[in-house]
């Protein structure tokens, strides 16, 4: 029989034969032959034989001895292939591992017929007789080191069985203290909704809106311990597992299960171990970053995704994904519930709510006496004073200090400063390869690329006009925490950020310190506002408020007030004596202004308001095409063909913005150009993307 595999190689499904009494079962494993090297694949289905083929049909080499991939996630390559305009078998590739029976050791038996020959002493050969007695004292070994040639031959003669058996990894055992609690009544009418649901077995999404220190986790642990107890499978998003290891023990404790844990900072053997355990049904519970959704997992019967409005579940280079939405997709495959956990929902899952497409339940209570944080919008310091932190800011510091609590500061800028300018021509220095201004770092007194990474010395002078005088621009962390260590010097400061926390386990240690109370105050980026418990930090604050409101994104108020709203959630979860100062110049804009009041429905409402008024998501389709070329020109011109192509021949259908120099015009040397498709029905989009895949648009890979 003839069946079409799917091969971990940018190529359409291949053809193959295979004789066997029974087909061969959709997600099976295979060996093929593909330009001479053996890979592994899938078998996706048996092909019709009407005609005979017009050309020689390869040969499946072998049925491999692992299970065959569960139907969802095979189902979610191909949806997905299919969705982004990307090749299936690149999918695979990116999320399997390279060779998939790594674990499996081939071992050699002696045969029931080599067993009667060795002993009646039928086989001449010493060599033979020796390995023979070997195999009949140890029963089995591995194949290791045995020259094939002599393999073969004893396998000609039936003297010996070759099997392949698993190998299992040492586990690494982490031991916590367990601590059982009890569902409070807010969490416990939330927890018996979404249990009734979990009972139907079939596919539901439920939009799990709970304010920060709710105790969302709480009920994400006893749903999970209950499909468990089904002899189903869990799987638990979460935006960046790096940070927040804490959930990890959260989870572990809780569920007393073996986790598999995945995301990008595992090393390939690791990774490796935990997806064979999932494709082997030997781990139940699944815990990972965003490309945890395309993990083997067995007999899904929930699926959690925490803090779903965070962008880390968007994949934005190389196979462009959104986790969150294909967590609806794989549920939905799955036949299971789906639940979107956070305090912020995004205006989409929201909107989802109002179409009567989800589920919804709230808690609009912190858990036990614990209320939200006040929270107080302060003007920032002027320029003039060189302060990040207004006197305001700085005596609440002092307060917090002095009760022996801990504050977290939040400054969404890495670095010294973002930029260095001349005091006399204000010439600014420029990275070479990306049209993006040079932040100045001041512990190694260099400045750095963010996005290329190009490093030099800081000049004394400026490059142009030879002035030996330059000022600093915007501040960032680094600036912060010198000013800070300046005001509280007997205190402990602790700067997180991404340059703090490169080193493997640094992040850990420092979050560590929070949790111990060996940190007094903490600066940091975005990093400090996700998800953390850090039950003694009473004060936060927000150095700077409205960097992000004027990105030009049509979701930068969302973000601000995401952030916002999630930065206020780490103060005061404890006892509720949280206090919040966000300093801002707009404290009539309604990202701060709503946040400022912990209301979020207002803000969503607003927004969906302006969302509608211009037509954004969720109101319409949005897909943007990014055009990148060595030179300006080129991009440039490339980018007006796509237009006049795409306004030619869907101009009632499809709203076209640009092209444009994208925000970023260079990264990396590479001209950047942008345009922007907007349509009421995707398909509209859909088609704009087959006109420029016919005509080749689409990368070269
Ligand atoms: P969220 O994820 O909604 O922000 P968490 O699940 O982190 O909230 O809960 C906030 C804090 O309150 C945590 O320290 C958690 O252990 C505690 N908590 C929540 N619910 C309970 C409960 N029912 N019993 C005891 N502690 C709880
Ligand atoms: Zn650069």
Redesign the pocket.
Known sequence: MNYSVLVPLPLEPLTYSFDSDEPLPKGSFVLVPVRNKKIWGIVLKAEAQEAPPKYAIKKILELLSIPPLDSSILELILWSANYYHYSAGEILRSFFPEKIDADFKKTIKISEHGKISFFQKKIKRKKINSFLEKLIEEQSISSKGIPKKFLSELLEQNLISVNMTRTFAEEKTIAYSFKN????ED?NRVFLSCESILQKEKFTPILLE?I???????IYIELANKVLEKNKSVLILVPEISLTPQLLRRFSTALNKKIGVIHSGLTPKDKFNYWSQMLHGEISVCLGARSAIFTPMQNIGLIIVDEEHDSAYKQEDHFRYQARDLSIVRAKLSNCAVILGSATPSLESYHNVKLKKYEHYQILKR?GNATLPIVKIIKPPKLVDENLISPLLEKALTETLNKKKQALLLLNRKGYASFLTCKSCGHVPKCTRCSVSLTYYKNSDELKCSYCGLRSKKMTECEVCEFPDLSYGTPGTESLEIEIKEKFPSNNIDRIDSDTTKKSGSLEKALERLSNKNTDIAIGTQMISK?H?F?DVQLVGVVNADSSLNFPDFRSSERTFQLLTQMA?RAG?LDGNGIVYIQSNQEENPSIKYSAKHDYKSFAEQELLVRKEFSYPPFSKLARLLITAKNDNQAKNISDRIYQLLSKSLKDDLEILGPSPAILSKIKNHYRWQILLKAKDFKYIRQAMFILKHKDFFKKK
């Open positions: 609690k009890t569902l409070n969490q709970g920060t220190g709710s105790g969302k986790t709480e858990h998800g418990d039950p959630g979860r």
